[in-house]
């Protein structure tokens, strides 16, 4: 796939999986509203109200949101339903200001994951073999340049095999600390039973995200050591044993 620098904003030379981003649009993409809107009835009133019942612990959203212009949503990461799970717990609101960063050669694969990805996520790609760091300046930038930004990521990098939260990856802290962000912890309990890795499709039953507090800008293995001092009051066996833990990266 052809490289792209993150930093042109001539309309005409960017690459389609950019289109949505609004610094680059320079206006309000009626059509992508219109998509959200439909896919957030699709996802609260009929997917996660009859297949998965999902049940959101903490202090409430809209209380965030008017003290919270732009926060990084970290979560634990163990299936594809993560992303969307967050999102359906997110008043529909909120969600023009709402994105998610998103694995390019997954989300942006093909036609009709790009669409989706595009106009139902909000998603920005990231490129997970990207040795340049352009994926890093587009997410800086809209942190910085955007006047509110809700950005969901997943520190642990990739989605864990065992359900067990992995090190975090220092990228999130780079974007935390680089643009004086704060981080808002949550945390998905029963992801992994509904849909784990290699599972062509999720199953129904009940999914709990609890939202914890938001931790201020800081070195990764201080978010890490918060995150988990948190997680642990909620679930004791969501990290693997000390001797099993991997080195940050």
């Not at 996520?121 to 990231?126: K, S, V």
Request: proline share 8%; net charge positive.
């Amino acid at each position: 796939m052809k490289d792209w620098n993150y930093e042109n904003e001539q309309w005409t030379k960017l690459p389609t999986y950019l289109k949505h981003l609004p610094l680059f649009t320079r206006h309000i993409d009626f059509f992508s509203v219109c998509m959200r809107f439909l896919w957030s009835l699709i996802l609260k009133n009929i997917l996660y109200k009859f297949y998965i019942r999902l049940e959101v612990r903490g202090t409430p959203f809209s209380e965030i949101y008017k003290t919270q212009p732009k926060l990084i949503i970290i979560s634990n990461h163990a299936s594809h339903l993560d992303a969307v799970s967050i999102a359906a717990s997110i008043p529909r609101r909120y969600w023009l200001n709402l994105y998610i960063a998103a694995a390019k050669d997954y989300f942006f694969s093909n036609p009709l994951f790009m669409f989706f990805s595009q106009h139902c996520l909000g998603a920005i790609p990231i490129d997970r073999k990207d040795r340049k760091g352009e994926a890093i300046n587009l997410i800086l930038k809209l942190l910085t340049e955007l006047p509110r930004m809700w950005l969901i990521i997943f520190p642990e990098g990739t989605r864990s095999k065992d359900g067990k939260i992995q090190e975090f990856k220092r990228g999130v802290s780079i974007f935390s600390e680089r643009t004086q962000t704060p981080l808002l912890f949550t945390y998905l309990d029963g992801v992994m039973e509904l849909w784990p890795k290699g599972q062509s499709m999720p199953r129904p039953g009940k999914l709990i995200l609890h939202v914890g507090p938001v931790h201020p800008p800081g070195p990764i293995q201080e978010v890490y050591a918060a995150y988990k001092s948190w997680v642990m009051t909620i679930n004791p066996d969501a990290f693997p044993a000390a001797t099993e833990e991997k080195p940050h990266e």
